[in-house]
Nanobody
Framework: QVQVVESGGGLVQPGGSLRLSCAAS????????MGWYRQGSAGQRELVAV???????KYEDNVKGRFTISRDSARNTVYLQMNSLKPEDTAVYYC???????????????WGQGTQVTVSS
């Protein structure tokens, strides 16, 4: 079984910073994509940032210049450094990974349980 587990959420004041971490574990052959999505009060899950193997990271327009995604492939871990946080960044942040368990297996989309980020004074 493969799982991803997030950590690092919490309450922060506007303008503050948080760093989210996500580690994938289990029977993993290769990870293609790792990234972050969020779901706010509006209810729709949206992409925040993703990092593909060998590719440039992609960011949602509203977080460009404030958030930075990074991967530690040796540790199957992805991070999201969030700076200059705004109240509208408040959401549950979900880690996502696209994984193969062996060379002939299909790609699996794995989601974490989510971690709450609240930006409020």
């Amino acid at each position: 079984q493969v799982q991803v587990v997030e950590s690092g959420g919490g309450l922060v004041q506007p303008g503050g910073s948080l760093r989210l971490s996500c580690a994938a574990s289990g029977s993993i052959f290769v990870i293609n994509v790792m990234g972050w999505y969020r779901q706010g009060s509006a209810g729709q899950r949206e992409l925040v940032a993703v990092a593909s193997a060998g590719g440039d990271p992609k960011y949602e327009d509203n977080v460009k210049g404030r958030f930075t995604i990074s991967r530690d492939s040796a540790r199957n871990t992805v991070y999201l450094q969030m700076n200059s946080l705004k109240p509208e960044d408040t959401a549950v942040y979900y880690c996502y990974a696209k994984i193969k368990q062996d060379s002939r297996a299909p790609w699996l989309n794995i989601w974490g349980q989510g971690t709450q980020v609240t930006v409020s004074s």
